[in-house]
Nanobody, 120 residues
Framework: QVQLVESGGGLVQPGGSLRLSCAAS????????MGWYRQAPGKQRELVAT???????NYADSVKGRFTISRDNAKNTVYLQMNSLKPEDTAVYYC??????????????WGQGTQVTVAS
């Protein structure tokens, strides 16, 4: 099995910064894309940013220029640096990984979610 463990959420004032981390562990042979999604109360889960194993990135228009996704392939870890945070960024943030396991099964895995609240 594969586990994704997120950390780094919390309460921050508008204009502030937070850095989320997500470490994958378990029966991992290789990880393809990794990414962050978020879900605000009453809304559907939406893509925030993704990154391929080779480092190609994709961002939602709403976070371009403010958020930066990165990954450390040696540590099976993905990061999300969030700057200039706005109240509308408030949501539960979920980590995602597209994983090829050691049993040659390819599946999507999700973290448990971490709350980010932007408020004064």
């Amino acid at each position: 099995q594969v586990q994704l463990v997120e950390s780094g959420g919390g309460l921050v004032q508008p204009g502030g910064s937070l850095r989320l981390s997500c470490a994958a562990s378990g029966s991992i042979f290789s990880i393809y894309a990794m990414g962050w999604y978020r879900q605000a109360p009453g809304k559907q889960r939406e893509l925030v940013a993704t990154i391929t194993k080779g480092g190609s990135t994709n961002y939602a228009d709403s976070v371009k220029g403010r958020f930066t996704i990165s990954r450390d392939n040696a540590k099976n870890t993905v990061y999300l640096q969030m700057n200039s945070l706005k109240p509308e960024d408030t949501a539960v943030y979920y980590c995602h990984a597209d994983v090829l396991t050691t049993t040659w099964r390819r599946d999507d895995y999700w973290g448990q979610g971490t709350q980010v609240t932007v408020a004064s």
